[in-house]
């Protein structure tokens, strides 16, 4: 299969437990009700996308924008803090709602008394519930432009001249904290996803940015096609044509590509819970990155991620397998893209 092919992670779990209303039955004297719960404390922020080179790390040192750097760290702690202080104070609201539930079961009774403060309790709870979406989403867009402080570093180093050398291992490594730390498209009641989240097509004379990583088809020595993770170098406008780097430190090489040998990847991950018409369907031909390699090939979407956390699980044309296809592998909505077929010229 070319580079050679060995990754499946689990995806992390969550918690169960969310704000449901006491079940009220008037045609039955049996009442039920779910206790509102907190979801666990917030996990710590790893403001770390993927390890640096040593001449990275030098840059950050000297660059003026290792100062905002440092200022966009901090008030991404403040931020952190305010989003806890909000949860805590939500958690009086939502004892309140709970200790008030047990009550209505236990009388069987609604009253109208109950039923406006019951209401009321609630509408406290959506506006808490609201202030802390609020929040969060400063502190993701915050994380977001550190990434892009970190990330103009490190092409402000290797432009200096200085070589930047990555380790197979570590570059595995990155290609999956990029991934994972891809922006998660949160848009507004109704909004569609934008192109370029999830599953969702780029526009049709959509250009990717110089520094962009983009899927490649190439040449190989042997004068075969793959299609390979790359990194754009530049654009031509007047010959419509791409300058890109192989992002295998082995291979390193450089390829000049007609726009239509070269495709997109993702900008934002798709949430399952909400958009899941930004997924490939089950059953979808795509493309995929084959873990550990950088090289996507031809698979079958075999099972949907269900949580923004959670990998696609697809099947790899495979014919050294009896069935035609590798065993179940996991890869993420960044390294999956549509099937692009580039007709031949005659």
Request: proline share 7%; glycine share 4%.
């Given at each position: 299969?070319?580079?050679?092919?060995?990754?499946?992670?689990?995806?992390?779990?969550?918690?169960?437990?969310?704000?449901?209303?006491?079940?009220?039955?008037?045609?039955?004297?049996?009442?039920?009700?779910?206790?509102?719960?907190?979801?666990?404390?917030?996990?710590?922020?790893?403001?770390?996308?993927?390890?640096?080179?040593?001449?990275?790390?030098?840059?950050?040192?000297?660059?003026?924008?290792?100062?905002?750097?440092?200022?966009?760290?901090?008030?991404?702690?403040?931020?952190?803090?305010?989003?806890?202080?909000?949860?805590?104070?939500?958690?009086?609201?939502?004892?309140?709602?709970?200790?008030?539930?047990?009550?209505?079961?236990?009388?069987?009774?609604?009253?109208?008394?109950?039923?406006t403060k019951l209401k009321n309790l609630y509408e406290n709870g959506v506006a808490d519930s609201e202030k802390e979406?609020?929040?969060?989403?400063?502190?993701?867009?915050?994380?977001?432009?550190?990434?892009?402080?970190?990330?103009?570093?490190?092409?402000?180093?290797?432009?200096?001249?200085?070589k930047e050398t990555i380790r197979r291992g570590a570059l595995m490594k990155m290609l999956l904290n990029c991934a994972?730390?891809?922006?998660?498209?949160?848009?507004?009641?109704?909004?569609?996803?934008?192109?370029?989240?999830?599953?969702?097509?780029?526009?049709?004379?959509?250009?990717?940015?110089?520094?962009?990583?983009?899927?490649c088809l190439v040449r190989g020595s042997e004068g075969e096609d793959n299609w390979i993770l790359a990194e754009v170098?530049?654009?031509?406008?007047?010959?419509?044509?791409?300058?890109?780097?192989?992002?295998?430190?082995?291979?390193?090489?450089?390829?000049?590509?007609?726009?239509?040998?070269?495709?997109?990847?993702?900008?934002?991950?798709?949430?399952?819970?909400?958009?899941?018409?930004?997924?490939?369907?089950?059953?979808?031909?795509?493309?995929?990155?084959?873990?550990?390699?950088?090289?996507?090939?031809?698979?079958?979407?075999?099972?949907?991620?269900?949580?923004?956390?959670?990998?696609?699980?697809?099947?790899?044309?495979?014919?050294?397998?009896?069935?035609?296809?590798?065993?179940?592998?996991?890869?993420?909505?960044?390294?999956?893209?549509?099937?692009?077929?580039?007709?031949?010229?005659?």
């Open positions: 299969m070319g580079k050679g092919k060995d990754k499946n992670l689990g995806s992390p779990k969550r918690s169960l437990d969310s704000p449901k209303s006491p079940k009220l039955r008037t045609s039955s004297p049996s009442f039920r009700r779910e206790q509102l719960l907190r979801s666990e404390p917030l996990p710590e922020i790893n403001v770390t996308p993927y390890p640096l080179s040593t001449s990275t790390e030098m840059a950050m040192a000297m660059s003026s924008e290792a100062q905002a750097l440092q200022e966009r760290v901090k008030v991404l702690s403040e931020l952190v803090r305010e989003i806890q202080k909000a949860r805590e104070d939500n958690a009086s609201h939502m004892n309140a709602i709970n200790n008030l539930s047990d009550k209505i079961v236990s009388e069987e009774k609604l009253s109208v008394a109950n039923r979406v609020s929040l969060m989403k400063k502190a993701l867009n915050t994380v977001y432009q550190i990434r892009n402080i970190r990330h103009d570093l490190r092409i402000q180093a290797k432009n200096s001249g200085n994972q730390t891809l922006p998660l498209w949160i848009g507004n009641t109704g909004e569609k996803p934008p192109p370029l989240c999830g599953a969702v097509a780029p526009e049709l004379n959509y250009v990717a940015k110089v520094n962009d990583m983009v899927a170098v530049n654009y031509n406008t007047a010959t419509n044509k791409y300058e890109v780097d192989d992002i295998d430190e082995e291979q390193k090489e450089r390829h000049t590509l007609s726009r239509r040998r070269v495709y997109p990847l993702p900008l934002m991950r798709a949430n399952p819970e909400v958009n899941p018409e930004a997924l490939y369907a089950k059953g979808s031909i795509v493309m995929a990155l084959y873990p550990q390699t950088t090289c996507f090939y031809k698979a079958v979407i075999n099972r949907l991620p269900t949580l923004a956390t959670e990998e696609y699980e697809v099947l790899f044309e495979d014919p050294s397998y009896a069935d035609g296809y590798s065993p179940p592998l996991m890869v993420a909505q960044r390294y999956v893209i549509q099937i692009k077929e580039v007709k031949k010229k005659s």
